[in-house]
């Protein structure tokens, strides 16, 4: 499986915005879901958000109303726009794409497919 790469993660302080970003390195590809996760040390990995391939959103509770998901299938990329952020966003962010529509199982991150390396993001 082709592997996703991400970029944007900084450190920041409380209130701050972050955009992270994640694409396909090479040959372009369409993706029916695509979605971001971050995981905590010692934690789970938690679904943080997902698009689907004709701009459908879901978000997890914590992120509602802060975060914004979108994506550009031209650049094969996705985006994730963080605002008002607090240390307990604190993680690494993970991308994932899914060959199938994201569904009401968008985020059981066990039907992912491709996933990046993850990118830090601290709030602090």
């Known amino acids: 499986h082709v592997q996703l790469v991400e970029s944007g993660g900084a450190s920041v302080q409380p209130g701050g915005s972050l955009r992270l970003s994640c694409t396909t390195p090479?040959?372009?590809?369409?993706?029916?879901?695509m979605g971001w996760f971050r995981q905590t040390p010692g934690k789970e990995r938690e679904a943080v958000a997902s698009?689907?391939?004709?701009?459908?959103?879901a978000y997890s509770n914590s992120a509602k109303g802060r975060f914004f998901i979108s994506r550009d299938n031209a650049k094969n990329a996705l985006y994730l726009q963080m605002n008002s952020l607090e240390p307990e966003d604190t993680s690494m962010y993970y991308c994932?794409?899914?060959?199938?529509?994201?569904?009401?199982?968008?985020?059981?991150?066990?039907?992912?497919?491709?996933w990046g390396q993850g990118t830090q993001v601290t709030v602090s």
């Open positions: 994932a794409s899914l060959g199938r529509p994201c569904g009401l199982k968008w985020d059981d991150s066990g039907r992912y497919d491709r």
């Open positions: 698009i689907d391939d004709v701009g459908s959103t």
């Open positions: 090479g040959v372009a590809d369409s993706f029916y879901c």
